[in-house]
């Protein structure tokens, strides 16, 4: 009878190297899948462990501009942020993984489809409801779930001895306390000492950005322009160089801002299952390119489309990426109505960074004349009659009058 197929979500590290070699002692036949997001990772040599600990083969695909240009743009495009804070670095890297690894999945006729996820956190959710939408018919095996797993591992210590008795390659250095996601656009960390909300995270846990206190003393200028709320273009550098490929650009941008400290966040968030989590999360070029774009929209956009979509569409579709349901008819939805709201987002937008800082010097825009300098100046009367402001005062005047008198009446304090 022909062994059960399964494409393992395989990281090279000592978790998915001791579920690997799990899989195979309980009969299954592994297919191992690595995803390139951009995270500093050496893929051969993960691959050769994977095929010497006896995987049947092993898939590396390059997914950075995929990541950038339909994850990481769009995001820009809504300036997309969970709890006023978080930029999603995570989650946006998760649909374009699960769909990769579905197609691996079907091109080697994979039954089933496996990671490495813990039972507490977000990616098990993103991962699966992504897996379940894209392929019906997968099953999934989520050992971290299942109790005759976590209960043999029930520790790091558990997972060496293991190791060891498998002849699985463990690296001798000391495991940092703490976790780590790494990808194109942000790295996080968490767990271990950073469960303590109030432990200062150590300085040499910060992986990408320089410490601000560290950066250059002297600042950095650069412009970014934007076509349709895209990033089209960064000149920098005292010769103005020009960046115009989107995954140039946002490699650019990383740059820029890793050796200038920006993008630093330290948060406690609210997971999709319901339990609060400590993060710490550098996203250095995602943050200047959100930036930009979020002063841009304020010279270029009308007030009531810029309105409705901080309140409805920024909210849902950063919560659908946090919830891992970008695969959904919802997702759609707000996609389209992105795409509507950024008609009129082009100009371009002077930066800089200095220390951990970024600062906007200036914004223009060649099509978007919503902005009337004559018309906003206090020292020009142009087109607009101050006149007219008393009417206007008026009505809305009308029912806070009557709130007022209200109040009067009862004798409460305003």
């Known amino acids: 009878m022909a062994r059960e197929k399964v494409c393992l979500a395989y990281s090279g590290g000592l978790d998915t190297s001791c579920i690997l070699a799990w899989l195979i002692e309980k009969g299954y036949d592994v297919v191992c899948f690595m995803a390139d997001v951009g995270q500093e990772e050496d893929f051969e040599v993960a691959k050769q462990k994977a095929l010497k600990i006896g995987a049947k083969e092993v898939y590396v695909e390059d997914l950075r501009r995929e990541f950038v240009e339909e994850l990481c743009f769009p995001a820009i495009q809504c300036n997309a942020v969970y709890e006023n804070i978080y930029l999603l670095g995570t989650s946006l890297a998760r649909p374009v993984i699960a769909r990769a690894q579905i197609s691996v999945a079907q091109r080697t006729s994979c039954t089933l489809v496996s990671h490495g996820c813990t039972g507490k956190g977000n990616d098990q959710v993103r991962f699966e409801l992504a897996f379940y939408a894209l392929q019906p018919s997968i099953k999934v095996i989520a050992p971290w779930r299942l109790p005759e797993f976590y209960n043999r591992f029930a520790g790091r210590n558990d997972l060496l001895e293991y190791a060891e008795q498998q002849k699985i390659p463990v690296t001798s250095t000391k495991s940092k306390p703490w976790s780590m996601d790494e990808n194109l656009a942000h790295c996080s960390y968490e767990a271990g000492i950073l ?35 895209l990033p089209v273009k960064l000149t920098h550098g005292k010769d103005s160089k020009t960046v115009t490929d989107p995954l140039d650009l946002f490699l650019t941008a990383n740059a820029i801002a890793r050796r200038h400290g920006v993008g630093r966040v330290d948060i406690v968030e609210n997971r999709f299952i319901g339990i609060k989590s400590r993060g710490c999360y550098e996203t250095p070029g995602l943050t200047m390119l959100r930036s930009a774009h979020v002063d841009l929209e304020g010279l270029v956009l009308d007030r009531e489309v810029r309105a409705l979509r901080d309140q409805f569409v920024t909210f849902n579709y950063s919560k659908i990426l946090y919830n891992g349901l970008y695969f959904s008819p919802e997702r759609e939805f707000l996609e389209a109505s992105i795409v509507a709201s950024q008609k009129n987002v082009n100009g371009q937008v002077r930066c800089r960074v200095y220390k951990g800082q970024m600062s906007i010097l200036g914004r223009s825009s060649d099509t978007e004349k919503l902005y009337d300098a004559e018309e906003s100046s206090m020292d020009e009367i142009s087109g607009f009659a101050p006149t007219d402001t008393t009417g206007f005062i008026g009505v809305q005047a009308i029912r806070l009058k009557k709130y007022g008198a209200k109040k009067a009446e009862k004798g409460e304090r305003m």
């Open 195 to 229: 469960e303590d909300p109030d432990t200062t995270p150590p300085s040499d846990m910060w992986k990408l950005t320089v410490d601000p206190e560290k950066a250059p003393n002297t600042a950095e200028d650069f412009t970014l322009a934007f076509e349709k709320g």
